[in-house]
C-alpha cells in the first residue's frame, strides 16, 4: 500500500514538472500575436442612401476593403429632428470596447453632443468628422480633425467659373436652417458680393427645406418647377446653385434641359447628382472617375450643354470618408503618431484622390467670444475644376 502511494505521488510531481515547463515553452504555449495587442475596429457613421448616397457608398467601399475592421452606423434622414436618434447610434459604437477611433461624414447637426457623450466615456477616441453642420468654434473642440471643402474659397471659385462659362445671372436657392450654418451663410455673403464685383446678377432664392412639411420629394419638384421660371425671367445665361445635397439631381436635370450654366454642386464631385440626373450606370465602374466624366461629358453633349457644367476632379465627400478612415487605420497601427498631423492628411487625401492637386489651409474664424482664432484641426480643402 506505501509503495502504491510513493508512485501515485511521484507521477502527480512528474505531471506537474511537465506542466510547469510546457507552460514555459513558448512553442507550446505562444504568446498573443502582435495583432491581438493592437486589436481594434474603426467605426464609420454617414447618411442614408436617401439623404447621402455618396458617403453611404464610400462607406461600402471600406467595408469591403477592409471588411470586419469595419463597425459601420448611419445617421436619422430627420438628423435635425432626430439627433438624439444620432447621438444613440455613435454611442453604440463607442460602447464597443475594439473601436478605437469614429470617423462621421457628414458631421450633421447633433454631432457635437455626440462627440462629447464619447469622449466622455472614451477619452482616448479618435474622432475624425468631415462637412460639419455646426458653429466651428463648438465642433472644433469636440473632434480631433475635421474636413470641410473651403466652403469660404468658393464664395469666390463658383461666380468666377459661372461667369468664365457664360453666366450673366446667379441664382443661389437655399432655406433658413442651411442659413444658421455659419460657413454657408458666410459663402452666400461672399458670393453676392464677388457677384456684384464681377458683373453677375445675384437672385437670393428660398427653396423648401427637405427636412420640412414638404420632405424632399417636394423640396426637389420645386426645383424641376422652378428652374424653368428663372430660365424664362433672366435667360439662358443663368447659374444654378443649391446648398442642399437632394437638391443636386433635379437641379442639374432641370438646368440642362432648360439649356443654362451650372458651376458646381454644393459638394463638388462628378458623383454628386450627376449619374442620377443623366441615367447613368456606373454598375462596373464603381470608383472609376475617369469613366464617370467620359459619361457626363458625352451625355452633356448630347443635350447641347458643352462648356456649361462643371465639377471638382475629386468627389470630395467621398474621398474625406475613404481618407478618414485610412488616416485612422495608419494612426491606430503607430504608422501615424498624433492625431492631428496635417501632412499625414494632406498625402493621404492626395493619394485617395489619384494624385490629383489639393490645396489645405485651416480655417481662421471666431470664437465664442467673437475674436480671431485659427482652428488648427479644421482643415479647408479646394480643388481645381473640370468643365464637361
Not at 475592421?69 to 454611442?91: G, S, W
Not at 471659385?157 to 446667379?170: R, Y
Not at 424664362?232 to 445635397?245: D, Q, R, V
Request: aromatic fraction near 8%; glycine fraction near 8%.
Amino acid at each position: 500500500m506505501k509503495k502504491l502511494l510513493v508512485l501515485l505521488l511521484v507521477g502527480i510531481m512528474l505531471f506537474s514538472m511537465t506542466a510547469c515547463g510546457n507552460a514555459a515553452d513558448p512553442a507550446s504555449n505562444p504568446a498573443p500575436a502582435a495583432a491581438e495587442e493592437k486589436k481594434f475596429k474603426i467605426g464609420l457613421m454617414t447618411g442614408t442612401v436617401a439623404q447621402g448616397e455618396e458617403e453611404y457608398r464610400a462607406g461600402e467601399k471600406m467595408v469591403k476593403e477592409f471588411g470586419d475592421l469595419m463597425v459601420v452606423q448611419t445617421y436619422p434622414d430627420n438628423f435635425m429632428k432626430e439627433q438624439e436618434t444620432t447621438i444613440a447610434n455613435m454611442m453604440t459604437m463607442a460602447s464597443d470596447p475594439d473601436v478605437k477611433a469614429i470617423v462621421m461624414v457628414q458631421a450633421v447637426p447633433g454631432a457635437a453632443a455626440a462627440f462629447e457623450k464619447v469622449k466622455e466615456m472614451r477619452p482616448d477616441m479618435l474622432i475624425i468628422a468631415a462637412v460639419p453642420g455646426e458653429d466651428p468654434d463648438m465642433i472644433a473642440k469636440k473632434a480631433d480633425i475635421i474636413l470641410q471643402g473651403d466652403e469660404l474659397a468658393m464664395g469666390y471659385t463658383i461666380p468666377a467659373q459661372a461667369k468664365a462659362m457664360g453666366a450673366e445671372t446667379f441664382v443661389h436657392y437655399s432655406f433658413p436652417r442651411h442659413m444658421s450654418y455659419p460657413l454657408l451663410a458666410q459663402r452666400r455673403d461672399i458670393m453676392k458680393v464677388e457677384c456684384e464685383k464681377i458683373g453677375l446678377k445675384f437672385i437670393d432664392a428660398t427653396a423648401p427645406d427637405p427636412l420640412g412639411d414638404q420632405g424632399l420629394p417636394g423640396a426637389q419638384q420645386f426645383i424641376l418647377e422652378d428652374v424653368p421660371r428663372k430660365v424664362a425671367e433672366f435667360g439662358k445665361n443663368t447659374n444654378f446653385f443649391s446648398t442642399n445635397c437632394g437638391m443636386q439631381e433635379p437641379l442639374i436635370k432641370a438646368t440642362l434641359e432648360a439649356g443654362a450654366v451650372n458651376a458646381q454642386q454644393c459638394c463638388p464631385s462628378p458623383y454628386h447628382g450627376y449619374p442620377g440626373a443623366l441615367g447613368i450606370d456606373v454598375k462596373g465602374h464603381e470608383g472609376d472617375v475617369d469613366y464617370l466624366v467620359a459619361q457626363i461629358s458625352a451625355k452633356v453633349a448630347e443635350k447641347g450643354g458643352t462648356g456649361r457644367f462643371s465639377t471638382w476632379p475629386v468627389p470630395v465627400n467621398m474621398m474625406f470618408v475613404e481618407a478618414g478612415v485610412k488616416y485612422a487605420k495608419a494612426y491606430l497601427e503607430g504608422t501615424i503618431t498624433s492625431k492631428n498631423d496635417i501632412e499625414a492628411m494632406k498625402k493621404i487625401c492626395s493619394e485617395v484622390a489619384g494624385g490629383k492637386e489639393i490645396t489645405f489651409t485651416t480655417y481662421t474664424g471666431k470664437d465664442k467670444d467673437g475674436k480671431d482664432v485659427n482652428f488648427d484641426n479644421f482643415y479647408m480643402i479646394l480643388s481645381d475644376y473640370i468643365t464637361f
